[in-house]
């Protein structure tokens, strides 16, 4: 569990993380509304070079961005989703290409496209402020990357 102190402490640590990224990760983002996902995007984004403003993808679904090292990101959101169609069939070439760094929040509904392979951050508030993160990584690309993390 790694204790986050505010919202600058988890861009970093999502900058950390995003900085490690060679493509082909798969990142789930677990937590409540406000627990501070999108937050760790912004991170993430900032380790890959992104200089577009991360936006939550809540009505369009997924966005993609263009990253260093000729990667992309492509971030999906799926709450209050139903049904989520056709992005299912994007979000599983997304997990596929070795070019693409995919990161996922409210993936319930689409659970059965990510792969095992994944690294998965449960993200739970414990003041206004502060957050616990949870990293659970399965596969040897999340393992090396979490084992970096203190
Ligand atoms: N330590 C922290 N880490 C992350 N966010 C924080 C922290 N402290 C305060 N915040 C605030 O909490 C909010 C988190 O919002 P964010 O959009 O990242 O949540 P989310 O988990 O993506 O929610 P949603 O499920 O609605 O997409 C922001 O307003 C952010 O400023
Ligand atoms: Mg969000």
Do not use: C
């Amino acid at each position: 569990m790694t204790h986050i102190s505010s919202e600058q402490t988890m861009k970093a640590f999502g900058q950390h993380i995003g900085s490690l990224l060679h493509g082909g990760e798969v990142i789930e983002l677990v937590g409540d509304v406000g627990a501070g996902k999108t937050t760790f995007v912004k991170g993430l984004a900032l380790g890959l070079d992104i200089d577009e403003d991360i936006q939550s993808p809540s009505f369009t679904i997924s966005r993609t961005y263009d990253a260093r090292d000729d990667l992309r990101l492509v971030h999906y959101d799926f709450y209050r989703l139903d049904d989520a169609g056709i992005m299912k069939a994007e979000l599983q070439e997304s997990v596929n290409d070795t070019g693409v760094v995919t990161v996922i929040e409210w993936a319930d509904i689409a659970s059965d496209v990510l792969p095992n392979s994944r690294l998965t951050l449960q993200i739970i508030p414990t003041s206004e402020t502060e957050r616990e993160v949870t990293v659970s990584p399965v596969g040897d690309r999340a393992e090396i990357i979490a084992g970096t993390l203190v």
